[in-house]
């Protein structure tokens, strides 16, 4: 499945976390399977350690004994469902920029970017900019897994809907109501 995301225009482009996510994606369905039920969307916060989905996860014991976010990345390098050389944010666990990266690549953006005004001019960086700026930062990964989670979410419901109508459907036909309508349809 492929994820989409929002891309302002082609002028005000985003950074591109979704090959971090897609490869997140990969690595809990290999470990986790229907891990996406798992997950409070309520409650899905990428910024906070508990509330993340490796965190979620973990504290709902299907990270085996993890008891949190750090617990459970460190058992999934343990199981080798992520590279122990590869830092979080490469599987969209974590972000993969620094308070102050953030700022430049907002920076460097042209003056109409909508989050321009979230830094102002370069003079006026401080650290409550930065933090304002990580915010956002958050709030985008924290909205890719939430759209991933939904459409999984909505796909495990859809088969579940289908399967009870199958199941249904089938007992419908049992043998013995069969038999039975055989039985009346020869007299």
């Known amino acids: 499945m492929a994820i989409r995301t929002v891309q302002v225009t082609e002028t005000y482009k985003v950074p591109d976390f979704l090959t971090n996510v897609e490869r997140g994606v990969k690595v809990l369905d290999k470990v986790v ?3 996406s039920d798992k997950i409070n969307l309520i409650e899905l916060n990428l910024a906070r350690a508990n509330s993340c989905v490796v965190g979620q996860l ?5 990270l085996n ?3 949190g976010y750090f617990d459970g990345i460190k058992w999934l390098k343990e199981q080798k469902a992520i ?7 490469f599987y969209g666990f974590n972000l993969p920029v620094e308070s102050d990266e953030a700022v430049e690549w907002i920076l460097r953006q042209p003056k109409t970017h909508p989050w321009q005004p979230l830094v102002g001019t370069q003079t006026q960086r401080t650290t409550e900019v930065e ?3 990580m915010g956002v930062f958050w709030d985008y990964l924290t909205s890719i897994w ?3 989670i939904k459409d999984r979410q909505e796909h495990s419901r859809q088969v579940r809907k289908a399967q009870r109508a199958a199941k249904k459907a089938t007992a419908k036909k049992t043998p013995a109501k069969v038999a039975k309508k055989a039985t009346r349809a020869r007299h």
């Open 58 to 62: 973990a504290l709902q014991e299907l």
């Open 146 to 148: 939430v759209q991933v």
């Open 83 to 89: 590279a122990k050389d590869k830092e979080d944010s």
């Open 65 to 67: 004994g993890a008891t």
């Open 131 to 133: 933090t304002v700026v």
């Open 33 to 35: 399977p229907g891990w």
